[in-house]
């Protein structure tokens, strides 16, 4: 039986005109799968460029354009937009924290921990900004805003925070634009340049199909940014926090800079070297400071500067070892003696050294004056991660090894202050002074107590950093404190920077970078208050926060986001 055969289909002839269109295609999904990962980095180098060490300021206010760009766009494009996303994250903090390394190789580890774990917050902004702006409907000017300030309140809290670098931070030279921040602290002014950037985006020519009308409304809308910043900021800077106090007699405050970079002697000789060095330095500055100016009232020395250490005389240290503690006085009261020999009266100086109780070791800043005890002594609260101690070493011991200064530091609790000459002053210990949050709690303790600091004394031993643009971020934050807070904050940063900062975030005074100096100020009791002191950062919490939590209970809800090729992208 003959089977019927069934002819085969003859392959469609190609039309050159198609295949022409399949190779543009394929070429431009090629160009456009690493298109996110170019769009962050370049966002990313905006915001590097707009730091410390470049400075450009002004760049600041446009850095998050593109970013805003990858929340507006439909489709994020390309493959795993997310990791691209992290991918560019990491390189920047890798270049901006390229100093955290240098002293010691143990910190190498710490410099690319706490890298990979900043990285994880650019892909989160986008993804919780995104679900907002596409799934709920938000106006990306505003959605993109909360969502970028609830990060940066996310990243200055968890794991005892990271508040340096925040986007406000850039505009620390430029008193007028920072007077925002007593309303809700440096967030304020965040929000308000990620806002002034989200309303630039129509005018980019990335966005796809603007209407002509959304690019007139974000221009009218930056402008209006700038007017409020602006004017807020005049009316702040015409204010006195001194007013009736001008004609009282001043506090007159020496504080010394040395430059002595930070060392690990491999041995007992190199480390009294180490030591020798650092305390010629120290004292030679202070008698040159004594002599030029017979007025002191207080001397203040950086972080871990004093020669000996403070040994507390608690009753385990007196069992253990007898007559320690009333040794290490007498021998701190005579290198007192010898800094203020020939002034009248001796001044008091604040000093940074290493209080020793029995087994636990302190951070601190410790008041010397006539007295055979130590006047006032403030323990550091918040201790730095890698560098004061190591996560998990309570369980894991052999961790604490790998800590540049061995045995970690045991944390205060408690804020303090001292008054000299009815100036009541109130110090905080190297990078605490990036942690608003902890300064405002502090303040407000003492304010509480009846014991409200008129002046906000920073200690720190920047020698870790050789220089290198962390005393610009370290300087930056005292910088805000300053104008949160209301009050003059001054600084003494072994290695710098140095300075004396007014109330309105002015740098009237600012030590060189790398080098000795000292500086000599005046400081009087000052009424100020600040809408941040009242309310903290609730309203970040509430707003900033908030949107986060609904960005993340829109992706819960797994709503389809419109536009093209919706289901390849997660965001």
């Known amino acids: 039986m003959n089977v019927p055969s069934t002819p085969i289909a003859a392959d469609p002839p190609v039309d050159s005109h198609d295949a022409k269109n399949q190779d543009q295609t394929v070429l431009a999904n090629r160009a456009t799968g690493w298109q996110v990962f170019w769009v962050t980095l370049f966002s990313s180098l905006l915001l590097w460029l707009a730091f410390p060490p470049v400075g450009l300021w002004p760049v600041g206010w446009i850095a998050l354009v593109p970013m805003m760009w990858l929340v507006a766009t439909p489709t994020l494009k390309g493959r795993r937009p997310y990791r691209q996303i992290w991918m560019a994250g990491l390189l ?286 403030y323990f550091k609260n918040h201790r730095v991660m890698f560098g004061e101690y190591v996560p998990l070493a309570g369980w894991f011991p052999f961790l604490q090894e790998w800590s540049p200064i061995g045995r970690g530091l045991t944390a205060g609790t408690q804020p303090a202050t001292f008054e000299i000459n009815g100036v009541r002053f109130s110090p905080n210990i190297c990078f605490e002074s990036t942690v608003p949050h902890l300064i405002r709690r502090q303040v407000n303790q003492l304010s509480n107590e009846g014991n409200e600091p008129d002046v906000m004394v920073n200690i720190s031993n920047d020698g870790w950093f050789f220089g290198t643009s962390c005393l610009d971020l370290h300087l930056a934050c005292n910088v805000f404190r300053a104008v949160e807070m209301r009050k003059t904050n001054l600084v003494c940063a072994n290695t710098g920077f140095s300075a004396e900062i007014d109330p309105h975030g002015n740098i009237r005074q600012q030590g060189p970078r790398r080098a000795t100096d000292k500086l000599r100020t005046e400081v009087r009791p000052l009424k100020s208050h600040s809408l941040y002191r009242m309310v903290g950062d609730l309203p970040v919490i509430i707003f900033g926060l908030g949107a986060m939590i609904v960005g993340l209970l829109a992706l819960c809800l797994n709503q389809r986001i419109p536009g093209p090729h919706a289901g390849r992208d997660s965001g």
């Open 92 to 377: 920047y903090w890798l270049a901006t924290f390229y100093f955290i390394p240098i002293p010691h190789w143990a910190l190498w580890i710490g410099w690319l921990v706490v890298s990979l774990y900043l990285s994880i917050y650019l892909p989160l902004f986008v993804l919780l900004a995104r679900a907002l702006v596409h799934r709920l409907h938000w106006p990306m000017v505003v959605a993109g805003p909360l969502v970028w300030v609830g990060i940066e309140w996310l990243r200055s809290n968890l794991i005892t925070g990271m508040a340096m670098v925040c986007l406000s931070h850039t505009q620390y030279t430029q008193p007028i634009f920072i007077q925002v921040s007593d309303l809700f602290g440096g967030y304020t002014l965040t929000f308000l340049m990620a806002m002034f950037s989200a309303a630039l985006v129509p005018w980019t020519g990335w966005s796809q199909n603007p209407r002509h009308g959304s690019r007139w409304l974000g221009l009218i809308g930056a402008s209006l940014i700038l007017l409020v910043v602006t004017g807020y900021g005049y009316w702040k800077l015409s204010q006195s926090f001194h007013a009736g106090n001008e004609n009282q007699p001043a506090t007159v405050v020496a504080l010394i800079q040395g430059s002595i970079d930070t060392e690990f002697p491999e041995n007992e000789t190199q480390q009294m070297a180490y030591q020798e060095k650092r305390d010629q330095e120290y004292f030679q500055l202070s008698r040159q400071a004594a002599r030029e100016w017979p007025d002191i009232d207080l001397m203040v020395w950086p972080e871990s500067s004093f020669p000996l250490p403070d040994i507390l005389d608690s009753a385990k240290t007196e069992e253990r070892h007898p007559g320690l503690a009333a040794m290490y006085r007498r021998q701190a009261k005579q290198v007192w003696s010898a800094v203020t020999a020939g002034s009248k009266p001796p001044f008091q100086m604040l000093v940074g050294a290493t209080s020793l109780d029995d087994e636990k070791i302190y951070n601190a800043a410790i008041l010397l004056n006539q007295s055979e005890d130590v006047a006032t002594r």
